[in-house]
């Protein structure tokens, strides 16, 4: 009995370090201050945070190009440890990431994983089909459109299970 509670002490520490080097590093390093509120948290009091520093991430819902610059609206999502947005989780409202230039809207496609990683500026009135809803705006000094490898990359292919199988042929 004494050597399963060492062998308990010793592998589970282990086992869990090891599922924790697994896992990519953060892909932007987050500034003294970022804030932590969420785009709906902000899009509340959008005043409480000028200026700010955020890293948010979540679905591109979509992309549209002006004369000087493009914006793409995203619905937002909690990030993991290597800022992936995580799915699972529910949305936390929306927000526009604004980049300078021309965003080729192919690679930036309806529902893509992305991390956006910028400074807000202010909040903008607009519509979610028929609803308003205030949008705070993000100047990206950086972006990233994440790939289905690195979405799966660091997560252990690892299930427990039980239950019983049914095969037809």
């Not at 399963?4 to 953060?26: D, M, Q, Y």
């Not at 793409?72 to 949305?91: C, M, N, T, V, W």
């Not at 000094?141 to 095969?167: C, K, L, Y």
Request: charged share 15%.
């Amino acid at each position: 009995m004494r050597h399963a509670a060492v062998a308990t002490r010793i592998l589970l520490p282990a086992l869990l370090l090891g599922l924790a080097a697994c896992a990519p590093a953060p892909i932007y390093k987050a500034a003294p201050g970022t804030v932590a509120a969420t785009p709906m948290q902000v899009a509340q009091a959008p005043e409480q945070y000028a200026q700010g520093q955020v890293i948010w991430g979540g679905r591109v819902v979509g992309v549209r190009n002006l004369p000087d610059h493009s914006e793409i609206e995203i619905l937002a999502y909690p990030l993991d440890s290597s800022q992936r947005p995580k799915f699972g989780a529910g949305g936390s409202g929306r927000f526009i990431a604004l980049l300078p230039g021309y965003a080729e809207p192919m690679n930036y496609p309806a529902g893509a994983p992305i991390t956006v990683d910028g400074q807000l500026a202010g909040s903008r009135a607009g519509k979610v089909g028929e609803a308003d809803y205030v949008f705070p705006l993000v100047r990206a000094a950086q972006s990233h459109v994440w790939t289905a490898d690195e979405m799966r990359s660091g997560h252990p292919n690892i299930g427990f299970g039980v239950g019983v199988g049914v095969g037809i042929r």
